[in-house]
């Protein structure tokens, strides 16, 4: 079953410009982890917020998670081509070890 | 660092027959876990093993199953394959942490088709 939900399905950008993705999730939480997949291969973990956290930066991501909203943004800035992939936003449960996935954010940064 | 390792890359199998998946989890991971990933349905949460034993599946027919070995590799089978089986099947690993596993590393995936 689908927790999180991304926003948009898909986004198209030139290269220097920022690219925003929204996720939103229906349960309360443990975490929010942002993935990674390029052309259909496996994910690589990006970032992982907590529920008692707002804001969250690693190099030129940020992701802010509003728990009140149930919902987390991930923000891309100086976008490169090499950022063209499917980004995942994903939960994790209090009391599980388990990730529930959105269907993904399709980016494609053109140069 | 070794990452995870999934076997075999590409599988094409036809509707009926039996398919196993194989996954090597990092070294010192303890926890696999395994992930379907179909056309225009998201990842969807399968198995996870732990310590050589199921601690959670989602709602997916008995036909999939699966085990963990001692050295935490893991397999994943499934039975009577269906057209709808075909997809990405992705296996994950992290280390057993108290309440819970964080962060999850993920293989490069098995691409099943069933003809």
């Known amino acids: 079953s689908q927790q999180g939900e991304e926003d948009p399905q898909a986004l198209s950008i030139q290269e220097g410009e920022n690219a925003t993705m929204n996720c939103s999730y229906k349960?309360?939480?443990?975490?929010l982890q942002w993935y990674r997949q390029n052309s259909g291969r496996g994910l690589v973990h990006l970032i992982l917020?907590?529920?008692?956290?707002r804001e969250k930066h690693s190099g030129r991501l940020r992701v802010t998670l509003d728990t009140s909203k149930k919902s987390s943004s991930l923000l891309i800035t100086a976008s490169r081509a090499a950022d063209t992939a499917s980004y995942f936003c994903?939960?994790?449960?209090?009391?599980?070890?388990?990730?529930?996935f959105g269907k993904g954010t399709m980016l494609l940064v053109s140069p | 660092e070794a990452g995870v390792t999934q076997s075999p890359t590409h599988l094409i199998k036809t509707r009926g027959q039996q398919v196993t998946l194989r996954c090597s989890p990092i070294?010192?991971?303890?926890?696999v876990y395994w992930y379907q990933q179909a056309l225009g349905l998201g990842l969807q949460f399968l198995l996870w093993?732990?310590?050589?034993?199921?601690?959670n599946r989602e709602n997916f027919p008995p036909r999939f199953s699966g085990r963990q070995f001692p050295n935490y590799s893991s397999e994943l089978n499934v039975n009577a394959l269906e057209l709808e089986d075909s997809a990405l099947y992705l296996c994950?690993?992290?280390?057993?942490?108290?309440?819970?596993?964080?962060?999850?590393?993920f293989g490069p995936g098995t691409r099943l088709t069933v003809l």
């Open positions: 994950a690993s992290s280390p057993r942490l108290a309440g819970g596993a964080d962060t999850q590393y």
């Open positions: 349960t309360s939480i443990n975490n």
């Open positions: 917020i907590r529920s008692n956290e």
């Open positions: 994903a939960t994790m449960n209090s009391g599980y070890s388990t990730l529930t």
């Open positions: 070294s010192g991971h303890t926890s």
């Open positions: 093993y732990d310590e050589g034993e199921e601690r």
